[in-house]
């Protein structure tokens, strides 16, 4: 028997041995398969990275304009502002002017009221000397008679 148990065994493992052998191509096509795959998903992966690529220039881009568009609007700005600093000295030395105007009119103003009331005062006190005739600055014409006029109810 133990010659029989030998021979079994042999039999066994050639057997088992040409059933392994008998795989490997079938494990090689699931290696080209694989690599199918891997080639595959490689493929995606470049795919991506151009449409990424393309993505990052693109907001480059418009990150570039978006700062040229900012550099612009801060020159606006600085001239506007340059612009208002001038306008604001020239109105602040208009209301200057304006002003002096305005308080040389007033004393010319108080000047003549101050002259009025002397020439009142004067007046006044011309009128107030008990001795002295009061003559009309403007003389009075006579009254008008109805003497030699006809009147029409007659």
């Known amino acids: 028997m133990t010659r029989t148990y030998k021979i079994l065994g042999f039999l066994l493992v050639t057997f088992l041995g040409l059933y392994g052998c008998t795989k490997v191509p079938s494990t090689e ?8 795959n891997l080639q595959a998903k490689a493929q995606r992966l470049e795919e991506d990275y151009r ?24 020159q606006q700005l600085e001239k506007a502002q340059a612009d208002a600093a001038i306008e ?25 009221r101050k002259s009025l009331r002397d020439l009142l005062d004067q007046a006044e006190s011309s009128r107030s000397y008990p001795g002295s005739p009061v003559s009309p600055s403007i003389p009075q014409a006579p009254a008008p008679s109805l003497v030699g006029h006809a009147s029409p109810a007659r």
């Open 88 to 112: 604001r000295e020239a109105l602040k030395a208009e209301v200057k002017s304006r002003t002096l105007e305005r308080d040389a009119v007033v004393l010319q103003y108080e000047a003549f």
């Open 51 to 74: 449409a990424v690529a393309a993505a990052r220039d693109q907001f480059r881009q418009k990150l570039l304009a978006a700062e040229e568009r900012h550099a612009q609007l801060q």
């Open 29 to 36: 096509k699931s290696g080209s398969e694989k690599h199918a």
